[in-house]
């Protein structure tokens, strides 16, 4: 939806308009200054995934219903889980109603956190692709507006907010690490910090979307797989993101799951955070050495998200 | 060990030198203002749970061992769990030997922890009342020394440090939430604030220990239960627990197993924290209408630890 047409936009209005936006509807997330996780320095986090709904996707999925009209038909969304839950959320507050599609890999602790939340919950057979494809055709034949999961300007601005927050917190990172799905995350990372502080790249290995992209060009399909995939396993790079990252000279760093696994562990071990995979993926390039910060480099971490299976509660 | 002698101490000094000592080896943790739990009102919150081993007790076990001569035949401690844990991992940092006696009832998962943590560990059958006894006959044949969980001007001035840091990073409440047990913690939280802001203790309705001795007199025995029991679960509160709680004139407040189980539950549900029944009881006290606050009275809840059972990754 969005292959073009972005070029021109002032991503820092459009992110501060976001912010002063969504403002009512997010949790400001706390910050720290993390220790151990067996480093020698110290880790800025962000704990994102205390957002609501348990990622950051409701920056994104706000920002796009406050900036549209909504048809009676209401919205409708293909998600891994994560972005179908915020905007079922999203939906919910806002008094819309959703319709979300969601690939059984979505696994069942993201499938009954959407159905908690109230919407209309499609289970799809296959991967995200399969998702996507149904909910295409739901928007067609309802009349529902889609809301895209990270390539589209609405959606990369809320996500942008999440660093423009972070900087009022006192951000001292010189560089930022942050895992990378379909990018709507990162392409707000991008477009806020713009070259003034090195953002990072974190793929799975087994979902190495971004990095294929900047090598074989931006339509580049990648088969995906992994623990992480229902986050991180969009197959192909958003545009926004990939014009952003080739921009900007991004080099994304790619992580073992059994990485991620330990990073996780780490996570709950050391500071008692319970997050999914998706959600230690960019510690995991710390704590496996694949990325190793220059002596003095300041890094900081994004936690983005907690929608772990199996959930505690269920 | 302290049922005289503490009235004299300057605490704010206390709490300060406390803070300078122990710096260096304690996680500043983060702090939030959080909405949801189906509240009408926003609900400060310090994730202390987020310490090193998973509450806020290193900071008076440092503090202890910082301001002490230690003895060759080390340290001993006895603990429902999270005294124990932060008493191995803080003499695990400073080089000291640790020989910790946990009552069953501290559960696999804390009994896990303080082993993973390197000290030797006794598990005693029975109640606390039975490890402190063996604790004391130990420290009597070998020489250790005793890391009182509560009940000593080290420990509590070190529980202090957390207000002090909280504080610092901008605390805006004009009330304060804390859990009891022995009250290591919310002595430090008074002997910090000292009227400044009011502090309210939250008690199991299981464990109601500092409420019964305001009530009937500092000797005061209580049966103890619940499924907060091994944090939360000690019989005799602190003497100076008591003297500052009486002389400021607190009111402790009664929470049920049913309303902390729920306030956990909410806590990941909507900020994915997941802590034990002892870190959710605070929260407990506003989520169940047990503490109201005035019309814009601003309220804060110490989140104290996350030692969970089961733990998610043993």
Redesign the interface.
């Known amino acids: 939806m969005t292959r073009r047409g972005h070029g021109h936009l002032n991503w820092k209005a459009e992110i501060k308009a976001a912010a002063s936006r969504i403002t009512p509807y997010v949790?400001?997330?706390?910050?720290?200054?993390?220790?151990?996780f067996g480093l020698e320095f110290p880790v800025g986090m962000k704990?994102e995934?205390?957002q609501?709904t348990?990622s950051f996707k409701p920056r994104g999925a706000f920002n796009t219903l406050l900036t549209q009209d909504i048809p009676k038909a209401g919205l409708v969304a293909a998600s891994g889980g994560n972005h179908g839950a915020a905007v079922a959320y999203a939906a919910r507050v806002l008094g819309h109603r959703a319709r979300i599609y969601v690939p059984e890999l979505a696994g069942p602790s993201k499938i009954a956190l959407i159905k908690r939340l109230g919407a209309d919950l499609v289970v799809v057979e296959g991967a995200y692709a399969n998702a996507f494809t149904e909910a295409q055709a739901w928007e067609a034949a309802s009349g529902a507006m889609q809301v895209h999961a990270y390539d589209a300007p609405a959606t990369v601005a809320g996500q942008g907010t999440c660093l423009r927050e972070w900087e009022e917190q006192g951000l001292e990172a010189d560089t930022v690490l942050i895992a990378v799905g379909g990018g709507g995350l990162i392409a707000g990372a991008l477009a806020w910090l713009a070259g003034r502080r090195k953002v990072v790249a974190v793929e799975p290995e087994n979902a190495p979307t971004l990095a294929r992209a900047l090598q074989d060009g931006p339509e580049t399909e990648v088969e995906v797989s992994g623990i992480a995939a229902n986050a991180l396993g969009a197959r192909r790079i958003g545009r926004i993101c990939y014009d952003l990252a080739q921009a900007q000279g991004v080099q994304p760093v790619l992580v073992s799951d059994a990485a991620i696994a330990s990073a996780q562990?780490l996570l709950?071990?050391?500071?008692?955070?319970?997050?999914e995979p998706a959600g230690a993926a960019a510690l995991a390039a710390l704590t496996s050495g694949a990325y190793q910060p220059a002596p003095g480099e300041k890094v900081a971490v994004l936690i983005c998200g907690?929608n772990?299976a199996p959930?505690?509660?269920e």
Chains 1, 2 share one sequence.
Request: no cysteine.
């Open positions: 949790q400001r997330t706390p910050v720290m200054q993390a220790r151990g704990l995934q205390m609501h348990g562990k709950w071990q050391e500071r008692r955070q319970l997050v907690a772990t959930d505690p509660f």
